[in-house]
């Protein structure tokens, strides 16, 4: 009977340990991807105030790479180094957080280098696809997609819906709506890391640049 109990107790305890992890991670990445999510308000601002946009992107940036550098040789930056560590993934610990740098980076890559609507597009795709794919897998994503490094269907799913919404809300056409949605899921289930934070808005705008003239 005490063997019995200690069993007992013993599940108790671990299953509580993994609820309490999963709740950790799962702040974590609320957190991250609130952070994450707040681009889609850039397009926004890119309108009305372009350079000025770009120019507060750019120092964003730069202060962001300095405080790392700084922060990797013990020096922490009051509120920015507590904001990026309460961000960081597991696989970010002890490391350089290298995903508000990819971030930040390919939203200012997509505004510069495509005309309004492309980049509207591109930039949506990774705030609103990116972001949701990976809170929704988060949350729901019970099921992986096998050869994906731990993608979901749940959150391929998420993706391709807020792609597909965001770009027929700019571009007025559902078959540009449905290509850029595969297109924009399909980078999305690459194991690329924080790397996708760049392929998805530039492959996006190039596709609407020169395949559907946007």
């Known amino acids: 009977m ?4 200690n069993r007992l107790h013993n599940g108790k305890t671990k299953a509580g340990i993994l609820y309490m992890q999963y709740a950790y991670d799962l702040r974590k990445e609320l957190f991250r991807k609130s952070i994450h999510l707040c681009t889609v308000f850039v397009p926004f601002f890119l309108d009305k105030f372009y350079y000025l946009t770009l120019i507060l ?10 405080s790392e550098f700084l922060r990797m040789s013990g020096k922490q930056i ?4 507590s904001i990026t560590m309460a961000a960081a993934r597991k696989r970010d610990e002890n490391r350089f957080v290298l995903g508000p740098v990819t971030l930040c980076g390919g939203v200012l890559l997509t505004a510069l280098l495509f005309p309004p609507v492309p980049a509207k597009i591109g930039i949506y795709a990774l705030a609103l696809g990116d972001g949701l794919a990976s809170l929704v897998g988060k949350i729901w994503g019970k099921k992986k997609i096998p050869f994906t490094g731990g993608k979901s269907y749940a959150g391929s799913l998420a993706c391709f819906a807020a792609v597909f919404v965001s770009a027929w809300f700019c571009s007025s056409s559902v078959t540009t709506a449905l290509v850029l949605a595969f297109a924009g899921m399909s ?3 690459l194991p690329l890391k924080d790397f996708d934070n760049i392929l998805i808005p530039v492959f996006l705008a190039v596709l609407c640049r020169f395949v559907f003239n946007l």
């Open 2 to 5: 005490k063997k019995f109990l």
């Open 57 to 66: 992107l750019s120092f964003v940036l730069i202060v962001y790479i300095i």
């Open 78 to 81: 009051p509120l920015l180094s």
């Open 187 to 189: 980078i999305e289930l």
